[in-house]
């Protein structure tokens, strides 16, 4: 069955220190995809990247990266020099190409991110 | 380009009454979704429209109907609301289900007192 597990519900750092999301995911199918999304206070979410089972190729965006191993399952997602603006819920998800037993995309519980000043 | 917009933006109902949240997409996507988002339970999908035309349920159906009126457009209704449907409700699109990335509306906060 689908599932993704984001086990940090909160994190809490000081501006400009590097910080890690954890995703670690489940799935049966050998084609899926993963994604992150990010949930600042105002409310709507924003995308932020999708990745596809046969692409293990690690991402670098500016200050965000992120991890992506399959031999453990896990689809990490890393902020350097954190800053303010980056306090946010940020939320991992899982689409199998099949549609899975879910048939869709699938949400972890979110990360929420606080950096402070 | 206008993304994904959701009206209303905000909405109080009273046990019993009914509602239609309006959902459009000006990006040609062919797939739209309605999530609605609780505390402590992330986002769950209600219903979905793969392609024009079509409509499936999704984890939560339960008190809700859906209409995909043409490819722009995705409305969510309640008929007989009750206090337990009182959630953020979040409209998306992406250009096909599952491989593609979604794109959500700017949500909508429902009170059913």
């Known amino acids: 069955a689908q599932k993704v597990t984001q086990a940090q519900t909160e994190i809490s750092v000081v501006e400009k220190e590097d910080v890690t999301l954890d995703c670690v995911y489940e799935?049966?199918?050998?084609?899926?995809?993963l994604f992150w999304y990010k949930q600042p206070p105002s409310g709507e979410l924003v995308f932020l990247i999708r990745r596809n089972s046969f692409d293990e190729q690690n991402e670098i965006s500016g200050r965000y990266s992120w991890n992506f191993q399959k031999s453990t399952s896990s689809f990490n997602f890393t902020i350097t020099a954190s800053q303010v603006v980056d306090s946010a819920v940020y939320f991992c998800a899982l689409s199998e190409a099949d549609g899975g037993s879910q048939g869709n995309l699938i949400f972890g519980k979110g990360t929420k991110l606080s950096v402070k000043p | 380009n206008a993304g994904v917009t959701q009206t209303p933006k905000f909405q109080v109902l009273k046990t019993g009454q009914s509602m239609t949240l309006q959902c459009a997409q000006d990006m040609n996507h062919n797939s739209m979704y309605w999530y609605r988002q609780d505390p402590g339970m992330g986002l769950r999908l209600i219903y979905y429209?793969?392609?024009?035309?079509?409509?499936d349920k999704g984890e939560v159906p339960n008190g809700y109907n859906v209409s995909r009126l043409n490819k722009r457009e995705f409305s969510l209704r309640l008929e007989s609301a009750a206090p337990s449907q009182t959630s953020v409700y979040f409209c998306?699109?992406?250009?096909?289900?599952?491989?593609?990335?979604?794109?959500f509306g700017p949500g909508t906060r429902l009170t059913v007192t």
């Open positions: 998306a699109s992406s250009e096909f289900r599952l491989i593609y990335e979604q794109y």
């Open positions: 429209s793969a392609s024009e035309g079509t409509t």
């Open positions: 799935t049966r199918d050998t084609t899926y995809y």
